[in-house]
């Protein structure tokens, strides 16, 4: 029953500006730790940013300076604010959440860079 949904994806111009959520429903817990990972046809997931419970973030180097990750504890909704958008950010954003003991995937947003 627990829920979690990314949403914001697109097709943006290079230079252009997105912002994902992920929202988690159906959990007696709030929202832990939080990642955004992305995934680009024929090469591995990987993380790109993350925010813990207390409010700690990392950001990959690749997209540091150009994106901001935050949440609303309220909403149990994590926020990926994108900037800048670079041809290479093209791939299908996912969120993991930590709700409890464990981890939970969202099914992904699509997001793309034009050039």
């Excluded at 790109?48 to 990959?60: D, E, H, L, Q, R």
Aim: hydrophobic content about 30%; aromatic content about 10%; charged content about 15%.
């Amino acid at each position: 029953q627990v829920h979690l949904v990314e949403s914001g994806g697109g097709l943006v111009q290079a230079g252009g500006s997105l912002r994902l959520s992920c929202a988690a429903s159906g959990s007696g817990f709030s929202i832990g730790d939080v990642g955004w990972y992305r995934q680009a046809p024929g090469k591995q997931r990987e993380p790109v940013a993350s925010i813990t419970g207390g409010g700690s973030i990392n950001y990959a180097d690749s997209v540091a300076g150009r994106f901001t990750i935050s949440r609303d504890n309220a909403k149990n909704t994590v926020y990926l604010q994108m900037n800048s958008l670079k041809p290479e950010d093209t791939g299908v954003y996912y969120c993991n959440a930590i709700l409890g003991f464990r981890g939970y995937w969202g099914q992904g947003t699509q997001v793309t860079v034009s050039s």
